[in-house]
């Protein structure tokens, strides 16, 4: 005789019965994140807060356009370890209730508080919360990646504050570096001008501070260190680095530029600025990323493992 259901003292759930619990927890994730109101705007009066996230990934001037990509990664993730997902022991954890209510409160203050990008943040602890409820420690730990890694989806635009201070240590680093190469610049706050007449005069803005290629390197790191790294230290080091990495990219757009300007003049040099210089960045840190990574991968485990504070003698 077969057996539907579920059996004393085991809360997953069986066979068919499986699939229809799936379907209606889909459809309450949708009422609740797709279609109820979360934010209020002045043409669309109430909207959701996945429209309100997907509305930013096409808008921003492209910033997050990256946001489209990462939910194909997370269901790449998923999809290799499918069969270890399939054979994992499974057994109800009371640790994913507590996990499933704590995102339902966030849930309930992001509304109520119109932060949107909290609400956002509990849809990812109920992605995560029910499976650890429902199957176990062992299934969460396979899905803890696919599911955090989600996080990159949400617009964090209000780090917008920190350009200033960004702007200002990446001029002054390409100051440096060009007048270590020879070529005489002056910095003036976020303005680096050649000291000789009629070189080049620029400006480090926004797109040069390194927010931007920051969020979306920060994303192609962590998915990187996850598929090609072996062991948590090795993606944990990968995924820090792209933090100087990003930093190494914007200043090797601004020295190409200067240089350019410096031989070619200014006008070529901002055709190059508009046209390719996102190219240069990703260039440099999808390059230094590889050889990081390789780097990594060089480190024999044991030599890892190793590494712990050294006892002083007495």
């Known amino acids: 005789m077969k057996e539907v259901g579920t059996c004393t003292g085991d809360r997953r759930p069986r066979g068919r019965y499986e699939l229809v619990l799936f379907g ?3 459809l309450e994730l949708w009422i609740l994140y797709g279609l109820m109101g979360h934010t ?15 509305d930013r990934w096409s808008g921003s001037g492209g910033d997050l356009s ?7 990664v997370s269901a790449v993730a998923i999809w290799r370890r499918r069969k270890e997902l399939a054979s994992a022991e499974k057994t109800a954890s009371m640790a994913g209730l507590v996990v499933i209510l704590l995102s339902l409160m966030l849930y309930v203050f992001g509304v109520r508080a119109q ?5 956002l943040l509990s849809l990812i602890g109920l992605l995560w919360g029910i499976p650890l409820y429902l199957y176990g420690r062992r299934v969460a730990a396979l899905l803890l990646f696919p599911c955090a890694y989600l996080v990159f989806c949400i617009p964090l ?6 350009t200033v201070p960004l702007r200002i240590f990446v001029s002054t680093i390409s100051a440096a570096l060009l007048n270590g190469v020879g070529i005489q610049t002056e910095r003036v706050g976020t303005i680096i001008a050649s000291s000789v007449g009629g070189g080049f005069h620029f400006n480090v803005a926004d797109p040069c501070s390194g927010l931007r290629s920051l969020l ?4 192609i790191a962590a998915a990187y260190a996850h598929f090609a790294q072996k062991g ?5 080091l990968l995924f820090a680095a792209s933090v100087p990495i990003a930093m190494i990219g914007n200043i090797s757009r601004i020295l190409v530029v200067a240089l350019i300007a410096a031989s070619c003049g200014q006008e070529f040099a901002q055709g190059v600025y508009e046209q390719a210089s996102g190219l240069i960045v990703f260039a440099v840190a999808v390059l230094l990323m ?7 991968n060089a480190i024999p485990s044991r030599k890892l493992r190793e590494w712990k504070p050294v006892d002083k003698e007495d």
């Open 115 to 119: 932060l949107t990008r909290l609400s």
């Open 66 to 72: 990256h946001g489209w990509l990462i939910p194909i």
């Open 40 to 54: 209020q705007g002045p043409k669309s009066g109430i909207g959701s807060a996945l429209r309100w996230m997907v």
């Open 290 to 296: 590889i050889a990081t990574g390789n780097l990594l």
């Open 232 to 236: 948590l230290l090795r993606k944990l």
């Open 157 to 162: 635009s209000f780090l917008s504050d920190i």
């Open 24 to 26: 209606i927890l889909l």
């Open 216 to 219: 979306a390197l920060s994303a």
